[in-house]
């Protein structure tokens, strides 16, 4: 049973340029969230995707943008890099949006994206 | 506005010994405190939680404790083993629809065999 997988692993861009993050979630799992893990620090959360609609969001610009296609996989958009958003971004799938000690979380590997 | 702090950045225990991990939140809302551990180049993975209106939960070798009063938790492994040498990420979330996890930032355990 594959979890949540996650392309590409590793990326390298410069200041001002786009980039597209890809996720597609645990099986039997149809809500995806997105977190960013700068280094030294934990996870935050970016937002959250169910039935192809942002039903959440974190504190980010809106440079951050999502899509959930039909299948439940997710991307995750970011426009104008900028230097600050070198970071771990995380994405990570439940059984529903209301995430609980029962309905947790199951997180994918991670893209590491640079910006120079 | 930090919500989740574990002021501990590392934490080095002994083979067989108890490890605890210490973890410290402002925002008396929160529903459920869950732990994960992340090995590198993994994601986090879920390993217990604990819900508000209690103050244990055991599972195996890991048990959560939570005082409501004073605004903590603490994560306990007995006894600790080289495999559990990780990351260690405290999170709290809100019950409800579209919620989040707010995590803290983390304490890297070191298992000395």
Known sequence: DAGVTQSPTHLIKTRGQQVTLRCSPK?????????????????????????????????????????????????????????????????????????????????????????? | DQQVKQNSPSLSVQEGRISILNCDYTNSMFDYFLWYKKYPAEGPTFLISISSIKDKNEDGRFTVFLNKSAKHLSLHIVPSQPGDSAVYFCAALVEGYGNKLVFGAGTILRVKS
């Open chain 1, 27 to 116: 099986s039997g799992h149809d809500t995806v969230s997105w977190y960013q893990q700068a280094l030294g620090q934990g996870p935050q959360f970016i937002f959250q995707y169910y039935e192809e609609e942002e039903r959440q969001r974190g504190n980010f610009p809106d440079r951050f943008s999502g899509h959930q296609f039909p299948n439940y996989s997710s991307e995750l958009n970011v426009n104008a890099l900028l230097l600050g958003d070198s970071a771990l971004y995380l994405c990570a799938s439940s059984l529903s949006p209301k995430i609980s000690g029962a309905n947790v979380l199951t997180f994918g590997a991670g893209s590491r994206l640079t910006v120079l």
